[in-house]
């Protein structure tokens, strides 16, 4: 059992770090394009076929990641935690290969566009690397219990500090962004699509000034508080069962 459990993860493992470095070759094509002297903010103004395609390109990631997940996990909550896994992988190596062919980024703690859906998130490389190590550890939480106790499940409670952690640490990456879009157009103006290339070059001139550590980690708490009580139950129901 142990030796199955072994074999998947580390076949998801390779599958993520190839997207990892799929979704880096794409964005090294980007950069060449467009940022040929380097990367940094403000943005250059990109097409809107390109800005469409990226948002596109980044649905395709998930439903990518979703599917290793769905085929792997038996269990919703087994499908769930390959889901998370992959996911952080993925993230991981993305910066990894990055770094390793553009030198890119300079540090921890350089700012880089994180993710497009449903708004621009953005932060400091260091932060989802964070947010990557903790999936790791709730995903290798749940993958172990479920091989220990076929029952193991997320409770309530668990899925609302998950859940609500998640929020929390979306807030933190698109607090500042929002509150610049919101100056120039409503939340109807950033859905119409008259006014798309008007929002595309408004986003366009945002520069990150501040990163609110305090919501953020505040988000990791709620996480943590979710792996921590995941474990201790499971654990008192594993050698209740010895």
């Known amino acids: 059992m142990h030796n199955k459990i072994f074999k998947t993860v580390l076949i998801v493992s390779f599958f993520s770090i190839a ?57 919703p909550v087994e499908k769930f935690a390959y889901f998370i896994f992959s996911f952080a992988v993925w993230d991981i190596f993305y910066y990894v290969f990055l770094k390793a062919i553009i030198g890119w980024p300079a540090s921890f703690f350089t700012w880089d566009i994180l993710f497009l859906i449903p708004f621009t998130w953005v932060g400091p490389v260091i932060a989802p690397i964070i947010n990557s190590l903790t999936m790791i550890i709730l995903a290798f939480s749940i993958i172990y219990f479920i091989g220990k106790n076929e ?22 990456y698109t607090e500042e962004y929002l509150h610049f879009m919101l100056r120039y157009f409503s939340f109807a103006g950033l859905f119409d699509f008259t006014e798309s290339k008007n929002v595309l070059a408004r986003a366009c001139q945002f520069i990150p000034q501040y990163f609110n550590w305090f919501i953020f980690f505040t988000g990791e708490i709620f ?5 921590i009580l995941f474990f201790l139950k499971n654990q008192k129901f594993k050698n209740a069962s010895i």
């Open 19 to 75: 997207m990892g470095y799929l979704e880096s070759a794409v964005v090294i094509y980007i950069r060449e394009l467009y940022y040929p002297e380097g990367f940094e903010f403000p943005l250059k103004i990109i097409s809107y076929k390109i800005a469409i395609t990226e948002l596109l390109r980044e649905i395709a990631t998930l439903i990518m990641l979703l599917s290793i997940a769905i085929i792997t996990g038996k269990k």
């Open 151 to 172: 029952n193991a499940k997320i409770n309530v409670l668990q899925w609302s500090f998950l859940i609500s952690g998640s929020v929390i640490i979306i807030y933190a």
């Open 223 to 227: 996480h943590l508080t979710a792996i």
